[in-house]
């Protein structure tokens, strides 16, 4: 590819990143209302509006106005008359019997008034549902209870937010916790959580034309909604169905969403389990030609009970046989045709009421999000700084690309909708730190290149040519394990999952394209010419590293076996914070002229702190879980405050802890009543444990597949049971350290797995390129070689990393203390057992004897005009 090609699709793919990112944080609604209007339209009620509502987000702290509030102060007002139909995107046009007041607010709040950075429930807060789910007359409360939050989980992730809450509530309430909604999509949220709907497939009767309308026993009139051709006009007939359920919506394995090719209509594309596609082949082909209604029932949960609501969404005639999947059209525009195949895809057996519904705070006070943010800068400002002063120019140009990393990373975290947290934004200072060893590789490259005599652009070009084979290996085994993340995974596994992913992808096109387009454009303007100056360390070194291997193979697996034996005899209870574990839940109404002191003292941590001190000292079953204390604030729709206490689980344990905090903190606060008390789930639920435990055994599989096809068997054998050395050997360091499991380790130890497996890889591919090169001595001597040629890279790259986890670790704060001392045992971990566990393992797998390596190395080509 030409460099001018090159420079294009560089400045695209940024220009897009950008573009994603703007605006990048929520404006106000009712100041973009003002500026959109159609100024010459604007009269004096629209401006009177304009104030009242400036009043009521004044009063309310700056809060954005709920769509009930917009409502009221719409009332005598038709804002069809400012925005005309002309100035509105047709897709956000209000259709016939719509709200048209909030047809259009819904398009200003999400095209001009949101954010496109969507904050998590640490950082922003968010809104909370409790949800009731009618169990009635089920046996089994606890299993409708546990599918019921399993099914939630997965609609909530299709509806694109990342890292919600789910837990259970008392015996049968869901508490649903969501990231910074806008109104709009907090409706769309409530549709998607509490609708109950299936599909049923119904034979139309056959003289339907002629007798629709009337009772025919053993069939059902249901209305269908169709759209004449020549006019488009949408009108409502009567097709008379049997009532017979030839086949039921339980069959549905997969629904989801595309535009046909020809008209850009929207429609559902679903698919049968083996059962369902079966029966389905059997029905078709027994009635071809004749009608099949497709039925949407929904159940309504009303003053009058749970009821059934039919409406045939199409009633094709059968053609022919039908295996397992088929087409659903008639759907009305993609936001309705997503949600219903969401809801298709995952049905509810129970109907569910929305209870309750509350804005809550973000969960870590201001000053836990600065320690955070801080601690991040601080440690990419030291990688920046490392890698400027040691590589000189390469070190400039690496940084630069760091910067663009960054960017197009963010760009495409918007794209997505995905939820940036406080140990997100953490883990995007380790992606910089991790993201450094591409550049890291090609510059040492580069020097070993010149080393032997090559002019500076022969240099540069092998160099690329020579690190491209071990960045693409690296990097693509982390995929593997991070796609797999994504498709198996829920909750925080998923986000996880894409997190990973676009931060490779990301470092990848940074380090391999923008950098070497870089030296081009220096180089063919003069501007380098004969040399390229970075300092050195570590050159040609001759460490026999493997003469320790045996010792420290054993040694490894004693910490292991001691410090998980350790965890085993201290019992769940002791290691498993509340995120695993579930507790308890206090909530407390206090006096809403108090809010400004209350929030000051939940947000500094001082309550928190106190709270938890003084409950620890009157209940003994509590000590040593004080760090387990969580405090945040909500505000009901009505503008009634609350403060919520999480605590661990000890029986009565409420009663004390509502007691302590009116003995210290009802001066402040003003407590009113006691809102509720009940024992809550654990947030990372139990789905999420087994999904994660799924996708990371799926993944070392697919790992051992590539690198046995890549390099040799004993390789892959030797990097999966590295990977399990480095969680193990980290978990029971972890643990050994008296800290106890929360959600944030859950994203460290899937970090590790990237890390360890990219540090093996690295290793392994100078290994096999010594192997092909033909290198003199036994296979004890090549290894060595290989540790000792990677030697300034491995120090390089785990140094920067662990700068930037060090200033997690010292200047983080305590909510991102245990995920930073996780990761840096796991550096620890992760470079050592790339040399004493995955090495010594393929060492003694062939019993010092060269192994047999047919596989070319993959080589980027060079340009023609490099």
């Known amino acids: ?124 807060g968010g809104t909370q549902f409790v949800v009731e789910v009618q169990t009635g007359s089920i046996v089994d409360k606890e299993g409708a209870l546990d599918q019921a939050i399993n099914i939630l989980r997965r609609r909530v992730d299709r509806f694109g937010v990342a890292e919600p809450i789910l837990q259970k509530a008392g015996a049968n309430r869901i508490i649903i916790q969501i990231p910074g909604l806008s109104q709009s999509k907090r409706e769309e949220a409530k549709r998607n959580i509490k609708r109950v709907a299936t599909l049923q497939f119904h034979l139309v009767h056959p003289d339907n034309n002629r007798l629709a309308g009337l009772d025919i026993p053993g069939y059902t009139n249901v209305l269908e909604t169709i759209s004449d051709d020549a006019s488009g006009v949408k009108r409502k007939v009567e097709v008379l169905i049997g009532s017979k359920v030839e086949l039921s919506g339980d069959h549905m394995a997969a629904a989801s969403v595309a535009r046909d090719p020809t008209t850009g209509v929207p429609k559902i594309h679903f698919s049968l389990d083996d059962v369902g596609a079966k029966l389905f082949y059997e029905l078709t082909g027994k009635h071809v030609g004749e009608r099949l209604a497709i039925v949407l029932v929904d159940l309504i949960d009303s003053e009058q009970g749970v009821q059934e609501e039919w409406s045939i969404v199409s009633a094709p005639t059968i053609l022919s046989r039908i295996g397992g999947s088929g ?38 006070g201001a000053d836990s999000v600065k320690q955070g943010f801080n601690a991040a800068l601080y440690g990419v400002i030291m990688v920046v700084i490392f890698m400027a002063g040691y590589y000189l120019l390469s070190g400039l140009i690496a940084n630069f690309a760091v910067v663009l990393n960054i960017v197009i990373l963010m760009g495409v975290f918007c794209y997505f909708d995905s939820t940036l947290t406080l140990p997100g934004i953490a883990g995007i200072a380790l992606t910089i730190g991790m993201a450094v060893d591409a550049n890291v590789l090609i510059n040492e490259r580069i020097r070993e290149e010149l080393a032997s005599g090559k002019s500076l652009r022969g240099a540069i070009s092998a160099g690329y040519d020579k690190a491209f084979g071990t960045i693409f290996d690296s990097n693509l085994t982390t995929v593997i394990a991070s796609v797999i993340l994504y498709w198996l995974g829920h909750g925080p596994v998923k986000g996880f999952g894409i997190t990973l992913t676009i931060g490779i992808a990301a470092s990848m096109f940074t380090a391999l394209v923008v950098t070497r387009l870089m030296f081009d454009f220096l180089i063919d303007r003069g501007w380098l010419k004969d040399s390229l100056k970075m300092f050195s360390f570590m050159d040609k070194t001759n460490y026999d590293f493997l003469k320790y291997a045996r010792p420290a193979f054993i040694a490894s697996w004693i910490i292991i076996l001691a410090s998980v034996g350790y965890a085993v005899t201290k019992g769940s209870d002791k290691i498993l914070g509340i995120d695993f574990a579930g507790g308890r839940t206090l909530v407390m109404s206090y006096k809403k002229e108090n809010k400004a002191a209350v929030k000051a003292m939940v947000e500094s941590g001082k309550m928190r702190d106190q709270l938890a001190e003084s409950v620890v000292s009157k209940e003994a079953a509590l000590a040593g879980k004080e760090s387990q204390f969580q405090i945040g604030l909500q505000t009901s729709l009505g503008g009634e405050e609350y403060i919520r206490v999480d605590f661990p689980d000890v029986e009565g344990a ?213």
């Open 654 to 866: 409420e009663d004390v802890v509502e007691k302590q905090l009116r003995a210290n903190f009802d001066g402040t606060a003003g407590f009113i009543v006691r809102s509720s008390a009940e024992k809550v789930g654990a947030s990372v639920s139990t789905e999420i444990q087994k999904s994660a435990l799924v996708a990371t055994v799926i993944a070392m599989l697919g790992i051992l597949i590539y690198v046995a096809f890549r390099y040799e068997f004993s390789f892959a054998v030797g990097a999966i049971v590295a990977i399990l050395h480095d969680v193990l050997i980290t978990l029971g360091i972890f643990f050994l350290s008296g800290r106890e499991l929360n959600g944030p380790i859950l994203a460290a130890i899937l970090t590790i797995i990237g890390y360890s497996i990219n540090d093996t890889i690295v290793i392994f591919d100078r290994v096999r390129e010594s192997l092909l090169l033909g290198a003199r001595g036994s296979f004890k001597d090549v290894m060595n070689l290989a540790l000792n040629q990677t030697l300034a890279r491995t120090i390089i790259t785990s140094s920067t990393t662990f700068l930037s986890t060090l200033a997690l670790y010292f200047f983080g704060g305590p909510v991102i203390n245990d995920f930073a001392f996780t990761f840096l045992v796991g550096i620890i971990t992760g470079t050592y057992s790339s040399i004493y566990i995955a090495c010594a393992i393929v060492l003694w797998w062939h019993k010092g004897k060269r192994p047999e390596l047919s596989m070319p190395v993959i080589a980027e080509p060079t340009p023609a005009n490099a």
């Open 1 to 124: 590819m030409s460099k001018t090609w090159r420079a294009i699709i560089v400045a695209v793919v940024v220009g897009w990143a950008v573009s994603e990112l703007f605006p990048p944080q929520d404006r106000d609604l009712v100041k973009v209302l003002s500026e959109s209007a159609k100024l010459s339209q604007v009269d004096q009620p629209f401006r009177a509006m304009v104030d009242r509502a400036t009043q009521l987000t004044t009063s309310q702290n700056g809060a954005p106005l709920s769509f009930d509030q917009w409502t009221n102060l719409l009332r005598g007002i038709n804002l069809a008359r400012y925005f005309p139909g002309d100035s509105i995107p047709r897709k956000f046009r209000p259709k016939e019997n719509e709200d048209t007041n909030r047809v259009i607010l819904n398009w200003l709040e999400r095209t001009k008034a949101a954010g496109q950075i969507q904050l998590g429930l640490d950082l922003k």
């Open 327 to 364: 087409e659903i059209t008639g759907v009305g525009d993609m936001a309705e045709a997503r949600e219903l195949a969401n809801i298709l895809e995952n049905p509810l057996s129970t109907p569910l009421r929305i209870v309750e519904e509350r804005d809550v705070d973000p969960s870590l």
